[in-house]
C-alpha cells in the first residue's frame, strides 16, 4: 500500500514500525455540538483505512480521542447552565448515536482529556526540565523554535509562521508562536492541580499524552482534517519528539475539506450542515456513501443534488445485492462457469489495486460498480450454477464490508398475504389470465412492491 504522506508530500510504501500491529490515532472530536458533515469526513474515511488494513491482514490498534475539556465546552455549559462534564457527556451520547448511524467501528480505545491529567502534566514536565517549556503566573508554554523542525509538516518557513502569529498587549508569551500547554484557571472555570497550580490543559497536549500513553513514542499512521495541519499537528510534533526523543508518526494523512453548494462550510457564514439534520431527511448511510466516493484528499462538494444522487447509487447496489439473493435461491445445479469466476474474483484485484493506491475509495467503488454489471448483464439474465451466484454475492459482501456500506440490508421475507399475492399471480399467468396477473402486478406496486421476471423466476423490491 502506498500513502500520501503530508510531511513528506509524497506516495510513500507503507511499513509499519512494527511488524505485529499497525498503530493508528485520530483526532476526535471536541464535544460541544453535534458533529457536523466536516466532523464526520474524517470519522468515514478513517474508519475506513482501519477497515481496510484490517483486510489485508494487519493487526490494528486504533485510538481517537474526545476533547472533554476546552473553551467551547466551558462557554457551551454556561450558556446551558449545566457544568462543562454534562455537556461533554451529552455530546459524547450523541456523538455515538452518530457515529453508528454512519457504521463506524469503535475504536480500540475512546481516552478522554480529563481521564489522562496525570500523563498530560508528566509530558508538561518533562519538556519543561527539557528547556522546551517555561512557566508564567500558572499559564506554561511551549518553545516552538527551540524545536528546530518546527513547520516540517506544514511546509512553512518560520518566518511566515511568525509574520502570521500575533501577541495580545498584555501576553506572557516569550515568541508569538509560542503555544499553552497548560491554562492557569480563571474563576468559574474546572481545574486540577499541578505544579504549576490549579489550571487545565491545552488542547495539543492532550494527543501527545494519549499517543504516548496507548500507542507507545512512535506511532504508524496519525490522521485528521486538513485544517489540523497546523497549528494542532504541528504542535503535537514539537511536544512528542521533544519529550520522547523519538520520531512521533511515520506517516501521516490529512482529509480534504467540505463545501456546501461551492462554498467553503463555515460556521461563520452559517452553512455548515449537522448529520443529524442531513440522517434525519435522507438516512445515515446515504451520508457515508457521499464521504466515501471521492478521495479523501479532494475538497468535495455538499448539495442536495449530490445526495439525491449518492441515494440512487446506493439504491442501485441494495437492488442487485437483493436480486442475487433470489438468484442463490433458484439457481440449478449446473456445472461452474470458470471464465466467470475470473472475471468476478478480478474484481478483488481491481479493488485492492484501487485501495491500495493511497486509500482510493472513489476507484474501489468504481470496481464494485464494475461487479454489479457483471451481475445484472452476466449472472441475473442468464441460468448460472449457485456456486456462481454464491462467488458474486460473497465478493459483493466482502467489498462493501471494507467501505462500510450495505449495512442497512433488510429480510426479504414479504408477509402472508403478500406472498399469497405472489403465488395467485403465478398461477394466472400460467392459465393465460393476464388481466389477473396485470392487476395483482400493479395492487403489489401501488403497495409498493415491485416484480421482475427474470429467467430464474419472479423478484421483487421494495420501493
Not at 231 to 240: K, L, R, T
Not at 428 to 447: C, E, S
Request: charged share 30%; aromatic share 10%.
Amino acid at each position: 500500500m502506498r500513502i500520501l504522506n503530508t510531511i513528506s508530500r509524497q506516495k510513500e510504501e507503507f511499513v509499519p514500525v512494527d511488524e505485529n500491529e499497525v498503530k493508528i490515532y485520530a483526532c476526535g472530536p471536541t464535544v460541544y455540538n453535534f458533529i457536523h458533515i466536516g466532523n464526520a469526513r474524517p470519522l468515514c474515511v478513517f474508519d475506513v483505512l482501519r477497515r481496510y488494513m484490517e483486510y489485508r491482514g494487519y493487526n490494528v490498534k486504533f485510538v481517537q480521542n474526545f476533547t472533554d475539556v476546552d473553551d467551547k465546552i466551558i462557554n457551551r455549559a454556561n450558556e446551558e447552565g449545566l457544568t462543562f462534564t454534562e455537556v461533554a457527556e451529552k455530546y459524547i451520547n450523541e456523538f455515538w448515536t452518530d457515529a453508528h448511524g454512519l457504521n463506524f467501528k469503535d475504536a480500540t480505545v475512546h481516552p478522554k482529556a480529563t481521564e489522562n491529567i496525570d500523563e498530560i502534566i508528566d509530558i508538561i514536565k518533562t519538556l519543561e526540565d527539557k528547556g522546551y517549556a517555561y512557566a508564567v503566573d500558572g499559564d506554561v508554554y511551549y518553545r516552538a523554535l527551540k524545536f528546530k523542525d518546527y513547520g516540517k509538516l506544514s511546509h512553512q518557513p518560520i518566518d511566515d509562521l511568525q509574520s502570521g502569529a500575533r501577541i495580545a498587549v498584555g501576553d506572557k508569551k516569550e515568541n508569538p508562536l509560542d503555544f499553552a500547554l497548560w491554562k492557569a484557571a480563571k474563576e468559574g472555570e474546572p481545574y486540577w492541580e499541578s505544579p504549576w497550580g490549579k489550571g487545565r490543559p491545552g488542547w495539543h497536549i492532550e494527543c501527545s499524552a494519549m499517543n504516548r500513553k496507548y500507542l507507545g513514542n512512535t506511532i504508524d499512521i496519525h490522521c485528521g482534517g486538513q485544517d489540523l495541519i497546523f497549528p494542532h499537528h504541528e504542535n503535537e510534533i514539537a511536544q512528542s519528539e521533544a519529550a520522547n526523543d523519538a520520531p512521533f508518526a511515520k506517516y501521516w494523512m490529512h482529509n480534504g475539506y467540505i463545501n456546501v453548494d461551492n462554498v467553503k462550510m463555515s460556521k461563520s457564514l452559517g452553512n455548515f450542515k449537522t448529520v443529524r439534520e442531513i440522517a434525519d431527511a435522507y438516512g445515515y448511510e446515504v451520508i457515508r456513501y457521499f464521504l466515501i466516493s471521492s478521495h479523501y484528499r479532494s475538497p468535495i462538494n455538499y448539495n442536495l443534488e449530490i445526495i439525491e444522487q449518492c441515494k440512487a447509487a446506493l439504491d442501485r447496489l441494495y437492488t442487485c445485492r437483493d436480486s442475487l439473493d433470489f438468484a442463490i435461491k433458484n439457481a440449478k445445479d449446473i456445472e461452474d462457469d470458470r471464465e466467470l469466476l475470473d472475471t468476478i474474483n478480478s474484481r478483488r484485484e481491481q479493488f485492492i489495486e484501487a485501495m491500495d493506491d493511497d486509500l482510493n475509495t472513489a476507484d474501489g467503488l468504481a470496481a464494485i460498480f464494475e461487479l454489479v454489471r457483471d451481475i445484472n448483464t452476466k449472472i441475473l439474465d442468464k441460468e448460472v450454477s449457485k456456486n456462481v451466484c454464491q462467488a458474486a454475492a460473497d465478493l459483493f459482501d466482502e467489498l462493501c464490508d471494507v467501505l462500510g456500506i450495505l449495512y442497512n440490508r433488510k429480510s426479504n421475507d414479504l408477509d402472508s398475504e403478500i406472498e399469497a399475492l405472489i403465488e395467485q399471480r403465478q398461477e394466472a399467468r400460467k392459465n393465460k389470465d393476464w388481466a389477473t396477473a396485470d392487476k395483482i402486478r400493479d395492487d403489489l406496486k401501488a403497495r409498493g412492491i415491485i416484480l421482475k421476471d427474470t429467467p430464474q423466476g419472479v423478484t421483487w423490491t421494495k420501493e
